[in-house]
């Protein structure tokens, strides 16, 4: 287990499935740089912000700017943030496993 409480299985699968921030689409570095910028940095997700559902539909990774940007925001409302209207992120480019929780969340 990590810190997040995720399961070593469900912590694999999900680092396989989420190679690039599942909001942003950034490529996600593993490490904190020693130096230079962090915010591509890889980050443990819910995407729902409720850390009881731990399971592969609320579990994922996103970017640590996403992430800091998101905070507590609700995802439906976050999507409609500037930072996400800057980025061009959308209801349509964020990863499948989003889109889905959109459905659920809106
Ligand atoms: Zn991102």
């Not at 910028?37 to 994922?60: C, F, Y």
């Not at 996103?62 to 996400?84: F, H, M, P, Q």
């Not at 889905?100 to 969340?105: G, P, S, T, V």
Request: charged letters at 30%; hydrophobic letters at 35%.
């Amino acid at each position: 287990m990590n810190n997040w409480g995720i399961p070593p299985w469900l912590e694999d699968e999900v680092r396989k499935r989420d190679k690039t921030c599942v909001y942003c689409g950034v490529k996600m570095a593993e490490r904190m740089p020693p130096r230079g910028p962090r915010k591509n940095v890889a980050t443990w997700e819910h995407i729902i912000n409720d850390s009881s559902i731990v399971t592969r539909e609320n579990i994922a990774r996103c970017c640590v700017a996403c992430n800091a940007s998101k905070g507590t925001r609700k995802l439906s409302d976050w999507i409609e943030s500037s930072y996400c209207k800057k980025r061009g992120i959308t209801k349509n480019t964020v990863a499948e496993v989003v889109k889905k929780a959109l459905r659920i969340d809106a």
